[in-house]
């Protein structure tokens, strides 16, 4: 019954957002663009986005590891699988995956790879929200004192990640010692071990921005091949306010939701006229829904010889 009630609130998010957006002169309008569209930055943001969930299995690498060195297949696979699962899914749902394939495919534990993709999410989090004040900041969306206030909110968050595996280290022993859950605690705080060095908690943080300004970078190319209106700036803010909407568990079916309508609200705040933001919204998640589904379904069957492995811990 919760199954159920879950697919059937995640169609009426689908629903009304695109109640809410395409509107009959959208619809015409997609029609236009669609004949319109120049291919070639589109098929460069399809090549970005493939290259953002390179640089995300990188980051998991150091996270599980603290090694620096390149991600495996293998690991490669499992963030392509898992970013196809969490667009095909409701409510985040394919988050769950990824704890279970990093245990078939390379044998570590439930707890800690859930504690590595939790760690990872909210290091997403502290980013893309620097890098959506950042940008407000820049785009002069809040004057005086509030660009200053969004500078420092800002570098705060920037600077977040430090504080998290600072904080994190500390408390770990106090964690283990708890009773009857402390091992768990370890085995789920074992990837800010695995970073506590500098260069490996260095690492972790700068491919968090990486991955996430050449998300902005693919988002450029692909506003700018559908519509005139969208500048860099505003498709970068756009990208930052669509990927924190999109992190929220109140996603629609295929990702439709959330994500698009904050792409809306904050390219419009900028002067993007409502059509062109709406274009360039749906534009950009069928480039990102196209990248998952044609990159999961080849990770998904290029995985399919493998043995599973032994737990690690």
């Known amino acids: 019954m919760r199954r159920i009630l879950s697919a059937l609130l995640a169609v009426a998010i689908t629903a009304i957002c695109l109640w809410f957006l395409l509107t009959p002169e959208i619809?015409?309008?997609?029609?236009r663009v669609s004949a319109e569209?120049?291919?070639?930055?589109?098929?460069?943001?399809?090549?970005?986005?493939?290259?953002?969930?390179?640089?995300?299995?990188?980051?998991?690498?150091?996270?599980?590891?603290?090694?620096?060195?390149?991600?495996?297949?293998?690991?490669?696979?499992i963030a392509f699988q898992?970013?196809?699962?969490?667009?095909?899914?409701?409510?985040?749902?394919?988050?769950?995956?990824?704890?279970?394939?990093?245990?078939?495919?390379l044998g570590y534990g439930l707890l800690h790879s859930a504690g590595v993709l939790l760690i990872a999410r909210l290091f997403d989090l502290a980013t893309v929200g620097a890098i959506l004040l950042g940008m407000a900041a820049w785009l002069d969306l809040v004057g005086g004192a509030g660009r200053v206030?969004?500078?420092?909110?800002?570098?705060?968050?920037?600077?977040a990640p430090f504080g998290l595996v600072f904080a994190g280290k500390a408390l770990r022993p106090s964690l283990g010692r708890l009773p009857r859950i402390g091992d768990a605690a370890v085995r789920l705080t074992a990837g800010l071990d695995a970073i506590g060095s500098r260069g490996a908690g260095l690492t972790a943080v700068g491919l968090g921005f990486a991955l996430w300004l050449v998300f902005g970078l693919a988002a450029i190319l692909v506003a700018q091949a559908v519509v005139a209106t969208v500048s860099p700036g505003a498709a970068?803010?756009?990208?930052?306010?669509?990927?924190?909407?999109?992190?929220?568990?109140?996603?629609?079916?295929?990702g439709?939701?959330?994500?698009?309508?904050?792409?809306?609200?904050?390219?419009?705040?900028?002067?993007?006229?409502w059509d062109d933001a709406v274009i360039s919204a749906l534009a950009l998640h069928?480039?990102?829904?196209?990248?998952?589904?044609v990159f999961g379904a080849v990770?998904?069957?290029?995985?399919?010889?493998h043995r599973p492995r032994t737990t690690q811990g």
């Open 286 to 293: 069928a480039v990102v829904l196209t990248n998952a589904i």
């Open 82 to 105: 898992l970013n196809f699962l969490n667009f095909t899914l409701p409510f985040r749902l394919g988050e769950l995956s990824y704890p279970v394939l990093m245990r078939r495919h």
């Open 236 to 254: 970068m803010l756009g990208a930052a306010a669509g990927n924190v909407a999109f992190a929220l568990p109140i996603n629609g079916i295929a």
């Open 299 to 305: 990770a998904t069957l290029s995985g399919l010889g």
């Open 256 to 273: 439709i939701g959330p994500a698009q309508a904050a792409w809306v609200a904050a390219t419009t705040r900028v002067g993007v006229p």
């Open 37 to 77: 569209a120049r291919p070639l930055p589109i098929l460069a943001a399809i090549v970005l986005s493939a290259l953002v969930q390179w640089l995300r299995a990188w980051r998991f690498a150091v996270m599980t590891t603290g090694r620096l060195a390149l991600p495996g297949a293998a690991l490669v696979r």
């Open 149 to 159: 206030a969004l500078v420092l909110g800002a570098l705060g968050l920037g600077l």
């Open 27 to 31: 619809m015409t309008s997609l029609v």
